[in-house]
């Protein structure tokens, strides 16, 4: 009996090692692969023990998510794709999908717009396989018909036992922008969702301390501070009322959050019609922080929206951990790091620019190493639409300002300001027009002649300004994005410089295919594409965390 029961405690626990485990890396604080018992498995970043950063988590049936991480739970900028086609692409909070998001249907339906809680709730549109697009709100999923004669939209003040509220509302609820005053004395202005408070906004309790940040459905869950009344503050990541992560990195003792698989929801109903939120553009405004990449190099940032970016062109040449990039000059090299899968860099045509940077391929971007420094990452696709809504249409708005150079020449003028066709005698007789029509096969052969008439000019050199955008585009750089035109790098080794095409791409975070990953391209317009060979060389901008 004894030996049956050690039989049953060595396969359990045999089953759990070979089933549960770090297989490769460093799973408790650094990069590592982890494997779950019922197969599923995480590649990516870690802190304590827990799934905390970048990564990519595989579940066993098929399904995966790439993107960001807090505590084991999908929290930030990611991708969500199904085993049945289906793709999310947008923000995440407390592991659900929460802020603004797309939806690609595997049918070729596309819905974008607000999430809270995991269903669309909020403003948005839908696209059609046909192309049709159909605009309107959701409530937890479910359509409100902007025909149904009881459908309201406005603003106005709302008074009740409870308190006083004024704002926006649709259908009579809160919703939108507003403020509530409670008759206890506690008071919130923010955003409103269905009569709940989600979004940004600033609480204050009857008590007099303030919270200010994140919430969803009336809970304060998201990034936020809140300040007591004896000058105590806490900020970090709220989930529920309950802070979860001080930025000092102490985690609260009553939240510890257990290692295990994510959730995720595979069933996805889509009933429903949806329309873009966009918002006011608003001032970029440089950050005063500071980021420096593994070499030290010290780079220039720009806050556009609720996002801040690198304005400049990453110029590192080793990873986050000391590790340096392969420097492939030659055809050769390029094509090999591309056969092998393997990072590479690159100048275009192999001339050193510290104000365009360098080109990388895919596999330099995606290194589990780290490209980018430290607090930051490199832009999903979904962060490049969100700058792309920013700038409203007008590329010129991320441009850089020309910087030009005075080219002067000196051109030879003067003479007779008029000359006249004298046609031979064996056509004189012909009009102007039945000469210059059907001339004789003398004129034809050119014996007629031009001779000088009109005034005379006495000739001189005439000396000419030409202005030359010394960087290709003369944008207002409205954004402060300060885009500049470079090239890329073909896959195969061909430069395609900024003279062949002026345009700008950056390569985003999202993996389309076994042989393509999706970019950002900047010419008339700023585009979001799927299909760039990984092994091109494409320049990188990071945005922040």
């Known amino acids: 009996m004894k030996k049956i029961i050690y039989k049953i405690i060595f396969c359990l626990f045999f089953t759990n090692s070979l089933f549960s485990q770090c297989i490769s890396g460093d799973c408790n604080n650094g990069i590592g692969k982890y494997l779950y018992p019922k197969g599923d498995k995480y590649e990516g970043e870690f802190k304590d023990g827990k799934l905390h950063g970048q990564g990519i988590y595989t579940w066993s049936e098929g399904s995966y998510y790439q993107g960001y991480y807090l505590l084991n ?33 595997a049918n070729g339906e596309v819905r974008e717009g607000n999430w809270v809680a995991g269903q669309f709730t909020g403003k948005g549109k839908k696209t059609l396989i046909t192309g049709e697009i159909t605009e309107g709100y959701f409530v937890g999923g479910l359509w409100l018909d902007t025909n149904d004669t009881k459908y309201v939209k406005g603003f106005k003040t709302i008074t009740s036992e409870t308190g006083s509220y004024t704002g926006n509302y649709i259908y009579g609820k809160t919703w939108g922008r507003g403020t509530l005053n409670w008759t206890s004395g506690a008071s919130y202005t923010g955003e409103w969702i269905n ?10 309790f009857k008590n007099g301390d303030i919270y200010e940040g994140e919430f969803v459905e009336d809970k304060m869950t998201g990034f936020g501070t809140l300040t007591k009344v004896n000058g105590e503050k806490k900020t970090g990541y709220w989930v529920d009322n309950n802070i979860i992560l001080i930025t ?27 329309t873009v939120s966009t918002s006011k553009l608003n001032n970029p405004s440089t950050t005063k922080s500071i980021v420096k990449d593994a070499d030290g190099k010290v780079y220039k940032t720009v806050v556009i929206g609720t996002q801040t970016w690198m304005a400049e062109n990453l110029n590192v040449d080793r990873f986050r951990n000391g590790d340096l990039i392969p420097h492939a000059k030659t ?77 002067v020449t000196y051109h030879e003028v003067g003479g007779y300001d008029e000359l006249k066709w004298v046609s031979c005698s064996n056509c004189s007789y012909w009009t102007e027009r039945q000469r210059a029509n059907n001339p004789c096969s003398v004129c034809r052969n050119k014996k007629g002649k031009y001779i000088k008439t009109g005034n005379y000019i006495p000739k001189r050199k005439e000396r000419r300004e030409e202005k030359i955008n010394l960087i290709g585009w003369d944008g207002n750089n409205e954004l402060g994005f300060n885009a500049l035109p470079y090239g890329t790098r073909g896959s195969f080794g061909k430069f395609y410089n900024k003279e062949w095409s002026v345009h700008t791409s950056w390569w985003s975070s999202i993996d389309y295919s076994f042989c393509c990953a999706s970019f950002a391209t900047l010419s008339d317009y700023l585009t979001v594409w799927n299909e760039e060979q990984k092994g091109s060389g494409l320049s990188v901008r990071c945005v922040k965390d």
Not at 75 to 92: A, H, M, Q, R, T
Not at 195 to 204: A, P
Not at 248 to 274: C, V, Y
Not at 363 to 376: E, H
């Open 248 to 274: 000092d990195s102490q985690i609260a003792n009553n939240n510890e959050i257990q290692q295990t698989s994510p959730n995720h929801t595979q069933n996805i109903t889509s009933n429903s019609n949806l």
């Open 73 to 105: 739970k999908r929290w930030g900028i990611g991708k969500l794709v199904w085993s049945n086609g289906d793709v999310y692409e947008g923000d995440f909070l407390n592991d659900e999908r929460n802020g603004f998001g797309k939806l690609i249907l």
């Open 331 to 407: 055809d050769e090299e390029w094509q090999k790091a591309k056969d092998n899968k393997q990072p590479a860099w690159c100048y275009l045509d192999n001339v050193p620019d510290n104000n365009l940077g360098k080109l990388y391929n895919w596999f330099a971007v995606m290194d589990p190493r780290g490209l980018a420094p430290i607090g930051w990452h490199i832009p999903s696709t979904y962060e490049w639409e969100q700058l792309k809504r920013k700038c409203g249409g007008s590329s010129d708005k991320l441009k850089s300002k020309g910087v030009f150079e005075t080219k």
């Open 195 to 204: 009569n709940k408070r989600t979004g940004k906004g600033i609480f204050k």
